[in-house]
């Protein structure tokens, strides 16, 4: 069974640009959690989405987004990038019921 | 003061070495997860707790919920263990969110 795919694995964006990011969870996971990586905060939760509805989101302004798809793909939507976005963005998805997540590999995003 | 904290921040083992991670947390939980992240990123699922004792190959994962504490041992260290080991707590109020600790940076040498 294949993993937890992300695109793009690398982005550079200049500050004030938005950008996407996608994730196609593992067949039959139908919950995808969205994480934001930093060297001076860590992993932080940003959303997770069940069903094409989002359920839970995290302490992010709202220039971070995101929607789900009736396939259970998700997309991620940063717009206005500020310097700080720079990250690994990760996506992770569950079964339903459990709460072992499955990890992509990530994106990284640098904005300059 | 942080949800979840991790002990030690760095660590250092020779090859063969039984090591210790621990991981605290200030609320009830539902479940605890052990993660292992490489250089590049990547992120490995180890473990998931909810109680007691797991163990897979080298590697064991033991939870006190009443002493709100889990700890990760790696019996017969070896290089390829060097990785950065994350604990994500799942509180009873989280919904279906992890809060994460710090990370353990484990290196281990031949």
């Known amino acids: 069974k294949a993993g937890v795919t992300q695109t793009p694995r690398y982005l550079i964006k200049t500050r004030g640009q938005q950008v996407t990011l996608s994730c196609s969870p593992i067949?039959?996971?139908?919950?995808v959690s969205w994480y934001q990586q930093t060297p001076g905060q860590g992993l932080q939760f940003l959303f997770e989405?069940?069903?094409?509805?989002?359920?839970n989101k995290g302490n992010f302004p709202g220039r971070f987004s995101g929607r789900q798809f009736s396939n259970s793909r998700s997309e991620m939507n940063v717009s206005t990038l500020e310097l700080g976005d720079s990250a690994l963005y990760l996506c992770a998805s569950s079964l339903v019921g459990s709460f072992e997540q499955y990890f992509g590999p990530g994106t990284r995003l640098t904005v300059t | 003061k942080n949800e979840v904290e991790q002990s030690p921040q760095n660590l250092t083992a020779q090859e063969g070495e039984f090591i210790t991670i621990n991981c605290s947390y200030s609320?009830?939980?539902?479940?605890l997860h052990w993660l292992q992240q490489h250089p590049g990123g990547g992120i490995v699922s180890l473990f998931m707790l909810s109680s007691g004792k797991k163990k897979h190959g080298r590697l064991i994962a033991t939870i006190n919920i009443q002493e709100k504490h889990s700890s990760l041992h790696i019996t017969a260290s070896h290089p390829r263990d060097s990785a950065v080991y994350i604990c994500a707590a799942l509180g009873d109020n989280y919904g279906q969110n992890f809060v994460f600790g710090p990370g353990t940076r484990l290196s281990v040498l031949p």
């Open positions: 989405y069940f069903s094409e509805t989002q359920r």
């Open positions: 609320v009830g939980i539902s479940a």
């Open positions: 067949s039959g996971h139908r919950s």
